[in-house]
């Protein structure tokens, strides 16, 4: 829920408490699990503001999730390799020549 909601753009924990009916406390908790993951990320003028943004792979959690529940599925690896696909060409020539 946290993901869709910041997928639709930046926000801050209070108003996604209000927008998702939960307990602030437990919105700022799941964010900061969710900054832990690299899914998140935290923005704006100060190291310590609120503000939050969606990570590319956080993105890319929210695409795949109905996979998260398989068992036969290495998530992380997953959007590891998601991730890799989807970098610029000049990277991507970059570790060809290595």
Same mark, same amino acid.
């Given at each position: 829920?946290i ?18 009916d ?11 699990k #969710?900054?832990?993951? /690299? @899914?998140?990320?935290?923005?704006? %003028?100060?190291? !310590?503001?609120?503000?939050? +943004?969606?990570t ?5 959690a ?15 690896? #997953?959007?590891?390799? /998601? @991730?890799?696909?989807?970098?610029? %060409?000049?990277? !991507?020539?970059e570790?060809? +020549?290595?």
């Amino acid at each position: 829920m946290i993901l869709d909601r910041l997928r639709e753009g930046r926000n801050v924990g209070a108003n996604l408490a209000i927008e998702l009916d939960r307990n602030r406390g437990y919105i700022n908790n799941q964010l900061s699990k #969710l900054a832990t993951l /690299e @899914l998140v990320r935290r923005v704006g %003028p100060s190291e !310590n503001g609120g503000l939050y +943004e969606l990570t590319d792979r956080g993105d890319a959690a929210v695409t795949y999730r109905e996979m998260y529940k398989d068992e036969s599925v290495d998530f992380a690896a #997953l959007l590891n390799s /998601e @991730l890799n696909t989807s970098e610029s %060409p000049e990277t !991507n020539a970059e570790a060809a +020549e290595e």
